[in-house]
């Protein structure tokens, strides 16, 4: 079975940090880009944050620049977010989306992060 098996979310206090993981199941992450995706309830999909198969170069959403950070450990088969500083918009069901140079790609089951007091 190839998937992506996503850990972590949960409940969390406003400017409390939470720390999600992506996991390959059935293939390997090595030579993948790697993208986590957010979609809060009534919005469209958006991009949070993408990072290169080699881990070298991250791109940001403005809206998480300097709270969230994304990484990946290929060794582990396995990509993280850390998630610092959340906010309540930041309240959404996240996705982590694998996607090869040919232009093949997977996405994992997604797991909810609410913020709230």
């Known amino acids: 079975q190839v998937r992506l098996v996503q850990s972590g979310g949960g409940l969390v206090q406003p400017g409390g940090s939470l720390r999600l993981s992506c996991a390959a199941s059935?293939?390997?992450?090595?030579?993948?880009?790697m993208t986590w995706y957010r979609q809060a309830p009534g919005k469209e999909r958006e991009l949070v944050a993408t990072?290169?198969?080699?881990?070298?170069?991250?791109v940001y959403a403005d809206s998480v620049k300097g709270r969230f950070t994304a990484s990946r450990d290929n060794a582990k088969n396995t990509v993280y977010l850390q998630m610092n500083s959340l906010k309540p918009e930041d309240t959404a069901v996240y996705h982590c989306?694998?996607?090869?140079?040919?232009?093949?790609?997977?996405w994992g089951q997604g797991t909810q992060v609410t913020v709230s007091s």
């Open positions: 990072i290169t198969s080699a881990g070298g170069s991250t």
């Open positions: 059935g293939f390997t992450l090595s030579g993948y880009t």
């Open positions: 989306n694998a996607r090869f140079f040919t232009g093949t790609y997977y």
